[in-house]
């Protein structure tokens, strides 16, 4: 008895909001990051239950090219925050308006 | 028993997802993001995804967890992190996503059942890492250089970007 490939959607949907609405709603930088590794750890899963579905091996890869992308994007993510630490002495976000007009 | 392991892993994933969000304090946030991964792997393994179980340990649980949990460490943050005012515009945005979602929910069934497998597939699926090595190193080759462009790109970007006063180190 296998799972149907929705349930594996709707799982992959509750955590991909739960990331939206973190990124909403925190005030703390790093926080925000740890709700955009929600999200594409949602995507992730999403991947993965298609390779399975569709019995292709691109979608595994994809994740891998994904876990690639997120491994960067938390480099430079919590270099930019150090320096921002640097720069304000805080890493709340409201903080910072430096571009806004 | 299939559907046991789904539910446990499911539950634990929606749990701490929830957890991660609400979460005043970002190492208790980060640590609920550990426990997310670690069942997320465990989702793949019964997907048959081996071997991205083990890269999904390593990776994320092993190197960008730990980034996260230094950098906590490092900044000393003080406990004034509250909810953002814009949590109107939060769910401006979320309640309609929330509502399709469910609309979705009910408007459909269950998904057909995948085709079973021939034999030259369960053939491929038996040895997970080497035919997720095989479709990389040739269908996906270019992509996989690129992702390693990325990387060196991302490592010296992060070194720029956190290094301490760069552009002024001529003066004493």
């Known amino acids: 008895m296998t799972i149907p490939i929705s349930y594996y959607l709707i799982l992959s949907a509750i955590v991909f909001l739960t990331g939206v609405v973190g990124v909403l709603i925190r005030r703390n930088i790093i926080a925000i990051l740890l709700s955009i590794e929600l999200m594409l750890n949602a995507t992730n ?55 806004k007009w | 028993m299939a559907q046991l392991f789904f539910g446990y892993f499911a539950g634990v994933i929606a749990l701490t997802a929830v957890l991660v969000v609400a979460l005043r304090n970002p190492v208790y946030s980060a640590l609920a993001l550990l426990v997310l991964f670690f069942h997320v792997a465990g989702l793949y393994v019964t997907l048959h995804a081996e071997f991205l179980a083990a890269v999904q340990l390593i990776v994320y649980a092993g190197a960008i967890l730990v980034l996260y949990l230094f950098v906590v460490m490092l900044l000393n943050l003080k406990q004034d992190d509250r909810y953002h005012h814009q949590w109107r515009v939060a769910a401006f945005v979320c309640v309609p996503l929330l509502l399709e979602f469910l609309v979705l929910l009910a408007g459909n069934g269950v998904a057909p059942q995948p085709s079973p497998l021939t034999d030259e597939q369960t053939a491929a699926a038996s040895d997970n890492t080497m035919a997720i090595g095989t479709t990389l190193f040739t269908t996906y080759l270019f992509p996989f250089e690129v992702a390693s462009l990325i990387l060196l790109v991302a490592m010296i970007g992060a070194i720029i970007l956190a290094k301490r006063d760069i552009g002024e180190g001529g003066q004493p």
Not at chain 1, 47 to 61: H, K, P, R, T, W
Not at chain 1, 67 to 84: F, N, P
């Open chain 1, 45 to 99: 899963i999403n991947f993965v239950a298609f390779s399975e579905y569709l019995q292709d091996m691109g979608g595994q890869v994809f994740v891998f090219f994904a876990l690639t992308v997120a491994a960067a994007e938390v480099a430079v993510g919590l270099a930019i925050i150090i320096a921002l630490h640097r720069a304000k002495d805080s890493i709340n976000i409201e903080e910072f308006n430096l571009l």
